[in-house]
């Protein structure tokens, strides 16, 4: 065989390989990363997470989604006003179960997202929060390899399931939580259907 058919032949082995093999196409089905975003949803629409992740500027509190007291506000970077950071309260772990059930919780660098990137979880259907997510401009330019990282070890998101006091965690395991998300992403990050009213 001439040399040039065997480089014919060869690259058309490789050709139909690569074809055969679609390394860009996921391994998991876009129905099982719809099934896995329900879990992914009910994690960020918890009370521990969406208060924090809200339209307007005064953040919530409790499990009843109340506006929090004091007149706290998001301030010009997520850390609160000028004047009266976050920080005035919230420390970097929680307070001690001896100083009550109404003590502020803490975590490391205790913040609202900023204002240019709310990311709001509150009162959005499956398929417009995880738009949502897919949108780098909502996420402060995370895109989802980013978000996976973020939501696996950011000791604040991590606080949701040690709330400290009588809050309740997110009932489920972050573990899980985090496969979720991964599978999601794995699958496409496809959107769920659009809800019909």
């Known amino acids: 065989m001439s040399a040039r058919r065997f480089v014919v032949g060869a690259g058309a082995v490789l050709v ?7 390394p860009w196409e996921s391994k998991v089905p876009p129905d099982d990363g719809v099934a896995a975003f329900e879990t992914v949803r009910a994690v960020l629409q918890h009370p521990r ?18 506006v929090h007291g004091q007149n706290v506000k998001r301030g010009p970077k997520g850390e609160g006003a ?5 920080s005035t309260c919230h420390g970097v772990e929680n307070a001690p179960e001896a ?14 997202p900023p204002p240019e990137a709310r990311m709001v979880f509150i009162g959005l259907s499956s398929h417009e929060l995880a738009a949502r997510l897919k949108d780098v401009r909502a996420t402060n330019g995370k895109d989802l390899e980013a978000m996976v990282e973020h939501v696996a070890n950011d000791p604040l998101v991590g606080w949701g399931w040690h709330p400290g006091a009588s809050r309740a965690p997110v009932p489920i395991p972050r ?12 699958a ?5 259907p659009v809800p019909t009213r």
């Not at 924090?52 to 509190?61: M, R």
Request: glycine share 10%.
């Open 16 to 22: 139909a390989a690569a074809c055969a093999s679609r």
């Open 49 to 66: 997470c969406q208060n924090c992740h809200i339209p307007g500027d005064a953040p919530l509190q409790f499990d009843d989604g109340r």
């Open 82 to 86: 000028v004047g009266f950071p976050c």
């Open 99 to 112: 100083y009550g059930p109404h003590a502020p919780p803490g975590a490391p660098a205790w913040r609202l």
């Open 175 to 186: 573990a899980e939580f985090v496969a979720a998300f991964r599978k999601w992403v794995d």
């Open 188 to 192: 496409g990050a496809p959107l769920p």
